[in-house]
């Protein structure tokens, strides 16, 4: 038994969906009625019987650890679409299992095995297209928190070394995006893992309402903040549809010869993106891929079969082409 916590949201729908894609269940779906991540003996009640206990729930800062204390109380497994903050409760479990944090961690893993002998540097793009729920912004603004703007690696973690871009155009970007960069834990730990001289992470922003909302949100309260980037992001959105695009440009070495890839994921949104992922962590843990103990997603599942089954799934295929993208923008 699986239970999904906030099966019905945006990305628990998406969860439940790629689970049974995968043949995983039986299923046990809890919306905000019979999962509610405030009352622990509710939560006891929907964890118990389960052999993996997954939250798709949110914010963060509401729900916390309580749905990983309620897996561990049941003897479950745990598996969390976000990064909660706190300690190791006991079992396997699995944070940060979607979109940023997690894809974002994996595909430089992925194509560093896949192409190089060693890596020296990487430059790293995020673009998403898409509404902004409640849930999702507040997360977002909270994990502003998290890391630092304008940083970059540089054999270390170095303070306001990079410039904030705007008008920029970049390859599979529709349109011209304001590049933000930011290095946040995730980074940092795929640098070391790899062992880079130099990093760049870039938040690439599309549509002129959200980029006037991120530039507003410091001056907001969090109410009005949330409120802001969900009504921007609607009006980004008319007319279109949703998109993801996660690049990734990496320099080294191949056979003692020098080497630049650039590898490129595209999907169809936020919500697909991460609940396709929660779902593979879930598939590792039941086939007992995933060691005891508390493990973010992108450092413990393997690269090259978690790309595979996300490309099974039908949500995302990666393109990888030689080279550097090419780059043309203003700078603030």
């Given at each position: 038994m699986i239970g999904v916590v906030g099966a019905t949201g945006e990305v628990g729908s998406h969860t439940v969906r790629i689970l049974r894609t995968l043949g995983?269940?039986?299923?046990?779906?809890?919306?905000?009625?019979?999962?509610?991540?405030?009352?622990?003996?509710?939560?006891?009640?929907?964890?118990?019987?389960?052999?993996?206990?997954?939250?798709?729930?949110?914010?963060?800062?509401?729900?916390?650890?309580?749905?990983?204390?309620?897996?561990?109380?049941?003897?479950?497994?745990?598996?969390?679409?976000?990064?909660?903050?706190?300690?190791?409760?006991?079992?396997?479990?699995?944070?940060?299992?979607?979109?940023?944090?997690?894809?974002?961690?994996?595909?430089?893993?992925?194509?560093?095995?896949?192409?190089?002998?060693?890596?020296?540097?990487?430059?790293?793009?995020?673009?998403?297209?898409?509404?902004?729920?409640?849930?999702?912004?507040?997360?977002y603004l909270a994990g502003a928190g998290h890391g630092e703007a304008l940083a970059a690696w540089r054999r270390g973690r170095r303070s306001g070394v990079l410039?904030?871009?705007?008008?920029?155009?970049?390859?599979?970007?529709?349109?011209?995006?304001?590049?933000?960069?930011?290095?946040?834990?995730?980074?940092?730990?795929?640098?070391?893992?790899?062992?880079?001289?130099?990093?760049?992470?870039?938040?690439?922003?599309?549509?002129?309402?959200?980029?006037?909302?991120?530039?507003?949100?410091?001056?907001?309260?969090?109410?009005?903040?949330?409120?802001?980037?969900?009504?921007?992001?609607?009006?980004?959105?008319?007319?279109?549809?949703?998109?993801?695009?996660?690049?990734?440009?990496?320099?080294?070495?191949?056979?003692?010869?020098?080497?630049?890839?650039?590898?490129?994921?595209?999907?169809?949104?936020?919500?697909?993106?991460?609940?396709?992922?929660?779902?593979?962590?879930?598939?590792?843990?039941?086939?007992?891929?995933?060691?005891?103990?508390?493990?973010?997603?992108?450092?413990?599942l393997d690269p090259q079969d978690t790309i595979a089954r996300l490309t099974g799934c039908g949500v995302a295929e990666p393109l990888v082409g030689d080279g550097?993208?090419?780059?043309?923008?203003?700078?603030?």
């Amino acid at each position: 038994m699986i239970g999904v916590v906030g099966a019905t949201g945006e990305v628990g729908s998406h969860t439940v969906r790629i689970l049974r894609t995968l043949g995983v269940g039986p299923l046990r779906t809890g919306g905000s009625r019979d999962a509610d991540v405030r009352d622990e003996k509710l939560l006891d009640r929907f964890a118990e019987g389960c052999q993996v206990v997954v939250n798709c729930a949110g914010p963060v800062r509401l729900v916390g650890d309580r749905v990983a204390r309620a897996a561990a109380r049941a003897g479950a497994g745990h598996v969390d679409a976000s990064e909660p903050e706190g300690p190791s409760v006991g079992g396997t479990a699995v944070i940060g299992a979607g979109l940023q944090p997690g894809l974002t961690g994996l595909l430089p893993r992925w194509l560093a095995r896949r192409e190089f002998d060693a890596v020296h540097g990487l430059v790293a793009y995020l673009g998403v297209h898409d509404r902004f729920t409640r849930t999702a912004a507040a997360d977002y603004l909270a994990g502003a928190g998290h890391g630092e703007a304008l940083a970059a690696w540089r054999r270390g973690r170095r303070s306001g070394v990079l410039t904030r871009r705007t008008d920029a155009t970049l390859p599979f970007f529709s349109g011209e995006v304001s590049l933000l960069p930011y290095l946040n834990t995730e980074n940092m730990r795929v640098a070391e893992e790899l062992g880079l001289a130099r990093g760049d992470w870039y938040t690439a922003v599309s549509g002129e309402h959200v980029r006037a909302a991120f530039d507003r949100t410091h001056s907001l309260g969090r109410a009005d903040a949330v409120a802001a980037l969900c009504r921007a992001s609607e009006l980004d959105l008319v007319g279109g549809e949703p998109s993801v695009v996660l690049m990734v440009c990496m320099d080294g070495v191949r056979d003692g010869e020098p080497l630049t890839r650039t590898a490129v994921l595209r999907g169809r949104g936020n919500g697909e993106m991460t609940g396709a992922l929660t779902a593979l962590a879930v598939l590792a843990v039941l086939r007992r891929e995933v060691p005891p103990g508390r493990h973010f997603a992108a450092d413990v599942l393997d690269p090259q079969d978690t790309i595979a089954r996300l490309t099974g799934c039908g949500v995302a295929e990666p393109l990888v082409g030689d080279g550097a993208p090419s780059l043309e923008s203003g700078a603030l």
